[in-house]
């Protein structure tokens, strides 16, 4: 996680472009959204020392579920509201960030394994 006051996108963008699909964010130890590589590569590596990740992170309404959260209702939820990601987070504590292609991975390998 990464703090939005961040005052330069150099160390986001080092995390991100290394094959980081995305990053929480976070302000004043409380979850405000996430950074994904496509907001960073929309600022010149020049800027990036410059560059907040407040003023490249978008709006997003931050979807979430519980770590016991059954992965296909996590799919159907993504499904029906469009989102790609989801935030896993019990209390306070952010777990992790779940996406719609490591269900669709874990289902697929599922399938093989027992042979569907």
Known sequence: MVS???SGLLFV???LLHKLAHS???????????????????????QW??????????????RVVAPDTPAIDALRMMSREDNNLLLVISGRRLHGVLSRAQILRLLRNSAE???R
């Open 49 to 62: 020392l410059q560059t907040s990740v407040q003023s490249v992170m978008p709006p997003r309404d931050l």
């Open 13 to 15: 963008a080092v995390l």
């Open 113 to 115: 394994v027992h042979g």
């Open 24 to 46: 929480a964010v976070a302000q004043n130890n409380s979850l405000v959204g996430l950074i994904t590589p496509n907001e960073v590569k929309k600022v010149s590596r020049g």
């Open 4 to 6: 939005c006051d961040h």
